[in-house]
């Protein structure tokens, strides 16, 4: 009985662990691919000023991992080495940017 009492409290704490986890890869992926242009704040640079977009975090995901014709690159394409779980987390860190 102890022993399971253990076991899910460990689980539990490891699952709260992934969320967190999850929330600071987003920001160190932005940080480590997007700030060079996009500004560490995400006040713009070389590129746009992303802090405040109206895009939707579906809309920045997708724009992330299938890019959209017209952009000029890298964003006319998939971003490389992005998977679909990084580009939701950057989506959700750029949409907290206040």
Do not use: F, N
Request: proline fraction near 4%; hydrophobic fraction near 45%.
């Amino acid at each position: 009985m102890k022993r399971s009492i253990i076991a899910v409290t460990i689980i539990a704490i490891l699952s709260m662990s992934c969320l967190a986890w999850a929330a600071e890869d987003g920001a160190a992926i932005y940080k480590s691919k997007c700030a060079a242009c996009h500004g560490p704040d995400g006040a713009g640079k070389v590129g746009p000023a992303v802090k405040g977009t109206a895009l939707t975090e579906a809309q920045i995901t997708d724009l992330l991992t299938k890019g959209v014709a017209g952009k000029k690159a890298p964003h006319a394409k998939a971003i490389g080495g992005l998977t679909p779980d990084q580009a939701t987390a950057v989506a959700t860190y750029v949409k907290s940017l206040k």
